[in-house]
């Protein structure tokens, strides 16, 4: 059957191909049938007949133990978005971009979420410079025409995906950048029957949330409790996912203990002591200036300004650890959760009681405060990663001590563990995270420049407003 336009601007034609291997960015409207050439005209007919009764509809799908068929209309209007965008390989957080882009609509299994909240990530940092795992060893940045980072959000449903494909991991589909599984995509079919256009929903993605609108896999979203503001939702997702990970699923914290809490008024950091609260975890909190203080004992009034120690050097740093242990009376920590590395690994370490555990999950103290690396940096950053901290293995069964270290877009990988860790995290009843700083959306560059500088408290996130483009 050869390619016609039919009523709605669309087109049909018939085709021996699999829904799953074709996409909407091939075929904007397509009907796919490996059947007689007056049996699929036919058909044609009354495809184009139906999307025009249901012009409301974004897709129509039918499927047939023999003859299959799939009829899709074209991509709708509002499949619009803006997105901020690197080029391609990153290296520079100032050529962060807003860019407007037509992408296609959700699949079966995704729902379409009209972002009103980013949260802010180190790994967003560190992806722009070109540092970060994923895009250091090509396996995404590369993307034709830019890549979009970003790992968290919030915002309302917008649609619920119908077309029966499995879309590839790109930018020109609108969502996150990585392949799932038929099992996963099970799971997130199963997902997506709970939720409905305007839900408030929060989510996480492995890359591509720095959107106005995103295609997310169903299971990696939940609904936004209602006395939080968008804002507070898009903070919550992976700094949450973050440290409940690394507190029970790595720490296997227990009530009683004792966990070190580094970098505690940054958004990680008070979700941590929230945890801990939860789980009833004694704490040590540092932090990096005495200003950060009050932030911590206004949120959390019962903690003692005595077990809340402010870095000065990493020399003096385990003898302020030691003060702080005497005055919760612990004699070491079971857990300490490490973002910062550098100076002050080595007295944390020290500091660890017989069986604890030190979970690395970052290296605050090697960021670059550089848009670029350039020269001097990359000469910089040799020299800290020459002087890194060193844990000789054949020491560890004498002393007892575990070291651990994780990165979270590993949880992408087991959908079912992801999504046990976020009906935990939703089941303990968690205050609202603390935002610290709000940013438009077209001020992201300004936002991570601020978030690197290591001056803020709480999330940071950037706010989307409502515009007819999305």
């Given amino acids: ?26 075929a904007p409207s397509t009907l796919e049938a490996p059947l007689a050439p007056s049996t699929a005209a036919a058909l044609a007919v009354v495809c184009a007949a139906s999307l025009a009764r249901r012009p409301r509809k974004s897709s129509e799908a039918v499927n047939r133990k023999r003859g299959h068929i799939v ?16 080029p391609p390989g990153a290296g520079d957080l100032s050529k ?13 299994g995704e729902v379409r979420v009209r972002v009103r909240a980013i949260g802010l990530n180190f790994a967003d940092i560190f992806t722009g410079l070109a540092l970060y795992g994923p895009i250091a060893s090509g396996e995404v940045g590369g993307e034709e025409g830019g890549f979009v980072p970003g790992l968290e959000f919030a915002g309302v449903v917008e649609s619920i995906g119908e077309v029966d494909y499995y879309p590839k991991g790109t930018r020109a589909h609108g969502g996150q950048l990585c392949e799932m599984t038929e099992s996963v995509w099970s799971l997130a079919r199963a997902a997506a029957t709970l939720y409905q256009v305007g839900d408030r929903v ?25 006395e939080w503001s968008f804002e507070e939702a898009a903070a919550f997702p992976v700094q949450s996912l973050t440290v409940y990970y690394a507190l029970q699923s790595l720490g296997n914290v227990r009530r009683g203990q004792t966990a070190l809490i580094h970098s505690a008024a940054g958004g990680c950091g008070l979700q941590a002591l929230a945890i801990c609260q939860k789980l009833g975890v004694k704490v040590v909190a540092a932090v990096g200036s005495a200003s950060k203080v009050a932030v911590l004992l206004e949120r959390f009034p019962d903690l003692m300004p005595e077990q809340i120690v402010v870095r000065t050097s990493g020399s003096e740093f385990e003898g302020q650890l030691r003060a702080a242990l005497a005055a919760i009376g612990s004699e070491g920590f079971h857990v300490n959760l490490d973002a910062v590395l550098g100076d002050y690994f080595r007295p944390g370490w020290n500091c660890m009681a017989p069986g604890g555990r030190h979970i690395v999950f970052g290296a605050a103290s090697m960021t670059p405060q550089q848009d670029s690396l350039g020269l001097l940096g990359w000469i910089k950053l040799g020299w800290q990663w ?19 270290g994780f990165n979270l877009i590993q949880c992408f990988n087991d959908a079912e563990e992801l999504g046990r860790l976020l009906d935990a995290l939703v089941s303990f009843g968690l205050p609202a995270p603390r935002v610290g700083h709000v940013f438009a959306f077209d001020q992201a560059v300004e936002a991570l420049r601020l978030f690197r ?13 409502q515009t007819a483009s999305g």
């Fill in 453 to 465: 500088s290591g001056q803020t408290t709480g999330k940071v996130v950037l706010k989307l407003e």
């Fill in 96 to 108: 962060l971009s807003v860019q407007e882009a037509t992408f296609e609509d959700a699949a079966l």
């Fill in 1 to 26: 059957l050869p390619l016609s336009p039919l009523r709605g601007g669309a087109v049909c034609r018939a085709a021996p191909c699999s829904p799953r291997s074709c996409t909407p960015s091939q």
């Fill in 71 to 86: 009829c899709r209309s074209m991509l709708r209007q509002d499949s619009v978005r803006q997105a901020l965008v690197f």
């Fill in 386 to 404: 020459v002087r890194r901290p060193f844990v000789d293995p054949l020491n560890l069964p004498g002393e007892n001590k575990s070291l651990m």
């Fill in 202 to 226: 929060m989510g996480a993605m492995r890359f591509g949330s720095y959107a106005s609108r995103v295609n997310v896999p169903a299971h990696q979203i939940r609904k936004i409790p209602a």
